[in-house]
């Protein structure tokens, strides 16, 4: 339905790996297509919400017991061997606890794991609420990474709500395991609610404190003012260009986050108007993040 905030369904692939299926809105019908990245066996599994906006799952479907032989993983696994992927993270996906040699430790169904190392050589992080490999979660060469080379001065900093107090306690939580050279201390943090004034609730102290960030992560899911597709796009586009100017450095890198909300239920970017982009399975706020760096 076109009143719909959203579409309310989302369809993916469960077993030996979680595998997300994108749909695409077309002419009174949905469609999606997907790749394996592992061998296996698979049900397919649609999940429907309504139209009401109440997150409350009102269908689940399954078809069950479909084995996929074949494998397109030969680009995952080029890309990976080689190890030089401009992605903030490799090219993981979700394989079941299941296939670990320390599933009888793990409490989640599945583990994020870079599927071109076998599972029997993984090591996994030790956390309290997420089953995360170390294959599957760094890069040596990532700079994101490297915190070792921060220096004295230099911080790293998550701007954002909600989502971004999530990810900057549970990279806490990974610290000593990440890089037991650094410091907690240097890892701040800034609440903020809009990408045009994100510094309302900062301190003199803070500001200051913020100069020396060395990195940015950026990961903001509920603003104050809900917008459309187009203005979060204008936004996004014009916070991140005033972070350049203000730290004209090649090797000051900046991370934005796709929004964590359930795509069923989203509070921005549902906005009607008539530059409003296809609608998919993804949060509308993704779709145009895809949009933006498509397009850059």
């Not at 990474?145 to 900057?168: K, M, P």
Request: one cysteine or more.
């Amino acid at each position: 339905e076109k009143s719909c905030h959203s579409q309310g369904l989302w369809i993916r692939l469960e077993g030996d790996a979680l595998v997300p299926i994108v749909l695409h809105e077309g002419t009174s019908v949905w469609t999606g297509s997907f790749s394996i990245p592992l061998a296996g066996n698979y049900d397919v599994v649609a999940y429907w919400y309504g139209c009401d906006g109440d997150g409350i799952l009102k269908l689940r479907t399954v078809i069950t017991n479909i084995v996929f032989k074949a494998t397109t993983a030969t680009t995952i696994a080029s890309t990976n061997s080689q190890r030089v992927s401009p992605s903030l993270f490799p090219s993981s996906i979700w394989i079941s606890s299941k296939k670990f040699t320390q599933s009888a430790d793990l409490t989640q169904p599945y583990v994020l794991h870079d599927p071109q190392v076998p599972t029997t050589d993984a090591t996994l992080f030790k956390t309290s609420e997420s089953s995360v490999s170390v294959e599957g979660a760094t890069y040596p060469e990532t700079k994101f990474y490297r915190f070792q080379d921060l220096s004295n001065y230099e911080l790293v900093c998550w701007i954002g709500n909600e989502s971004a107090t999530l990810l900057h306690a549970s990279f806490l939580q990974l610290r000593s395991q990440v890089s037991n050279s650094q410091r907690p201390f240097k890892f701040h943090l800034y609440d903020a609610k809009s990408f045009q004034s994100p510094d309302t609730t900062w301190t003199e102290e803070g500001k200051k404190k913020f100069r020396k960030c060395k990195h940015i992560l950026i990961s903001m899911d509920k603003v104050q003012v809900p917008m459309s597709q187009t203005q979060y796009i204008q936004q996004v586009t014009k916070f991140i260009n005033h972070l350049l100017k203000a730290f004209p450095d090649d090797t000051f890198p900046i991370w934005i986050f796709s929004v964590m909300e359930s795509p069923t239920k989203p509070t921005n970017c549902f906005l009607q108007e008539p530059t409003t982009l296809p609608r998919t399975s993804h949060h509308p706020c993704n779709t145009a993040l895809q949009k933006l760096f498509r397009s850059s």
